[in-house]
C-alpha cells in the first residue's frame, strides 16, 4: 500500500518536473521563467524526501528556493527593462536545440535503461531509512575516511571569495 | 517499488531541457536558469545513485549538498557579472554583448 503511494506521488512529481522545467526554458517572460524553476526546485525536494534524504530536501528548499530564487527574481527586476523582454525566435538555432536534446535524451534513456546496475536487496532501499542528524553533523565534521571536514572548509572559502568577488564586480564606483 | 531508472529518466530529461534552453536562450539570465536546470539533474543523480546501489554510505548525499553549495556561490558571482554588464551596456542580450571580442 505504501509503495504503491510512493509510486503515484513519484508520477506526479515526475510529471511536475518535466513540464516545469520545459516550460522554464521556454516562457518568453523572464520572471515566469524563474518561477517555473521555482517550481522545479520545489519538485526536486519531493524526489529527495522520496528517497528519505531529509536534510538534503531542506537544504535544497532553503538554498535553492529560498536564497537562488530571490537573487535571481532581483536581477531580473533590474536588468528587464520594461517588464517583459519577448525574445524573436531564432528558427534555426531552435530546431537544432530540439534536435540536441531529442537526440541526447534517446541516447542516454536507451544506455540507462540497457545497463544493469547492481542493485543491493529491494528490502533495503523501501521503508524507513532516515538518516540520522548525528552521522550527518559528524561526518561533515570528521577528519577520517568518509568524512568531510576538509571539503567542507574548502567551500566555505570558496563561499568568502564568491562573496568578496560579488561585491567587488556589482559595486557602484 | 520506484525502480532506479524512473529517477535517472526524469533526471535526464531535466538536463537535456536544460542543454536546449543554453543552446536556444539569448537572455544571460536565462541562461544562467538553464545551467541551473543541469545542476539540480546532475545531483538527483548523484543522491539517487548513493540511495540505490550504496544505501549503507553517504558520499552521494554529500556530494550533492556540496555541489548545491557550490552552485549557490557560482550563481551569486554570475549574478553580479551580469549585473555589471548591464549597467555598462543597459543590455544582457548575448547577441550584443561582443565587445571582448577581437
Given at each position: 500500500m505504501g509503495s504503491v503511494a510512493n509510486l503515484i506521488v513519484f508520477y506526479i512529481l515526475g510529471a511536475f518536473i518535466t513540464v516545469s522545467s520545459i516550460l522554464a526554458v521556454t516562457s518568453k517572460r523572464m520572471l515566469r521563467a524563474a518561477t517555473y524553476l521555482l517550481f522545479v526546485l520545489i519538485g526536486t525536494a519531493g524526489l529527495y524526501l522520496l528517497l528519505n534524504y531529509h536534510f538534503l530536501a531542506a537544504v535544497q528548499l532553503s538554498v535553492?528556493?529560498?536564497g537562488i530564487l530571490i537573487l535571481f527574481i532581483f536581477a531580473i527586476l533590474l536588468t528587464t527593462p520594461k517588464g517583459d523582454h519577448v525574445e524573436p525566435g531564432d528558427k534555426r538555432r531552435i530546431a537544432t536545440g530540439i534536435v540536441t536534446a531529442l537526440a541526447g535524451v534517446i541516447i542516454t534513456t536507451l544506455v540507462t535503461l540497457k545497463h544493469h546496475f547492481l542493485y543491493v536487496q529491494p528490502a533495503a532501499i523501501v521503508g524507513d531509512h532516515e538518516i540520522n542528524m548525528k552521522i550527518i553533523g559528524s561526518a561533515l565534521m570528521g577528519?577520517?575516511?568518509?568524512?568531510?571536514l576538509l571539503p567542507f572548509e574548502a567551500l566555505s572559502i570558496l563561499l568568502l571569495a564568491s562573496v568578496i568577488g560579488g561585491i567587488l564586480i556589482a559595486r557602484k564606483r | 517499488m520506484i525502480q532506479m531508472e524512473h529517477y535517472l529518466i526524469v533526471s535526464t530529461i531535466m538536463f537535456f531541457v536544460g542543454i536546449y534552453g543554453f543552446v536556444t536562450r539569448k537572455n544571460l539570465l536565462a541562461v544562467l536558469i538553464s545551467i541551473e536546470l543541469i545542476l539540480n539533474s546532475v545531483e538527483i543523480n548523484f543522491s539517487v545513485f548513493n540511495r540505490y546501489?550504496?544505501?549503507?554510505?553517504l558520499e552521494g548525499m554529500f556530494f550533492s549538498l556540496f555541489g548545491i553549495a557550490i552552485s549557490a556561490a557560482e550563481t551569486a558571482v554570475a549574478i553580479a557579472i551580469i549585473i555589471n554588464v548591464y549597467r555598462r551596456m543597459q543590455n544582457i542580450d548575448v547577441r550584443h554583448i561582443d565587445k571582448m571580442k577581437f
Open positions: 535553492y528556493a529560498g577528519t577520517e575516511k568518509y568524512q568531510y | 546501489l550504496y544505501p549503507e554510505h
